[in-house]
C-alpha cells in the first residue's frame, strides 16, 4: 500500500491509519482471547502444532509474560515495536486484566509508530525504484548472506540445546 502512495495511487497517511487500525483490531482480539480463555488455556494452546504456524510457543509466551508483569503500559507501547513479541503482548494483558483503556492507548500508539516505519520505507522504496534496480546484485547478495547467517544461528542454538539436553 505504501508502494501504491509513492506512485500516487493511495494516500500514505490512509495507508496508516488502515494499518494502525488492522493492527489495534488485532491486538484487541488477542487481548479477548488472553482475557476470556485465561493464562492456563493460553499455555496449553501455545503446544499445540498449530501454534507453531503463528509463531507461538510456550517459551515465547513466558518471555512475554515476565516481560508484561514487569511494567504493563511500557510493555505494551515496547512490545508493538518488536517483531513477533507484538503479537504476542496482548495475550499477556489479557489475562492478566490490564486496564483496557490503557491497553487501547499504548496499543494504538505503539502500533503507530510500527506502522508508520513500514510505510515510510514502502514509501522510500517505492520512490527509488531507479536506484534499487542499480544496486540489486548488491542488495541481494546483503539479504542472502543475512538470512545465511541468521539461520546458521538458529540451526548453531538448535543443535547446542540438544546437546545439553541429551547431558
Known amino acids: 500500500a505504501a508502494y501504491l502512495a509513492s506512485l500516487g495511487k493511495m494516500n500514505i497517511y490512509i495507508v496508516v491509519l488502515m494499518g494502525t487500525l488492522g493492527s489495534l483490531i488485532g491486538a484487541i482480539f488477542n487481548y479477548i482471547i488472553g482475557?476470556?480463555?485465561?493464562?492456563?488455556?493460553?499455555?496449553?494452546l501455545s503446544e499445540h502444532r498449530f501454534a507453531k504456524f503463528f509463531l507461538v510457543?510456550?517459551?515465547?509466551?513466558?518471555?512475554?509474560?515476565?516481560?508484561?508483569?514487569?511494567?504493563?503500559?511500557?510493555?505494551?507501547?515496547?512490545?508493538?515495536?518488536?517483531p513477533v513479541i507484538r503479537q504476542l503482548i496482548s495475550l499477556p494483558a489479557g489475562f492478566c486484566r490490564m486496564n483496557f483503556w490503557s491497553f487501547m492507548l499504548y496499543t494504538t500508539i505503539g502500533s503507530f509508530i510500527w506502522v508508520s516505519i513500514l510505510a515510510l520505507l514502502?514509501?522510500?522504496i517505492g520512490s527509488n525504484q531507479e536506484l534499487l534496480q542499480m544496486y540489486y546484485k548488491e542488495i541481494s547478495a546483503v539479504l542472502l548472506l543475512l538470512g545465511i547467517i541468521?539461520?546458521?544461528?538458529?540451526?548453531?542454538?538448535?543443535?547446542?540445546?540438544?546437546?545439553?539436553s541429551r547431558v
Open 35 to 44: 482475557y476470556y480463555l485465561g493464562r492456563p488455556v493460553i499455555y496449553k
Open 57 to 82: 510457543n510456550k517459551y515465547k509466551l513466558e518471555k512475554a509474560e515476565s516481560y508484561f508483569l514487569r511494567n504493563a503500559n511500557a510493555a505494551t507501547f515496547i512490545g508493538r515495536l518488536i
Open 122 to 124: 514502502g514509501y522510500f
Open 150 to 164: 541468521y539461520f546458521s544461528i538458529k540451526i548453531y542454538k538448535m543443535k547446542k540445546r540438544r546437546r545439553l
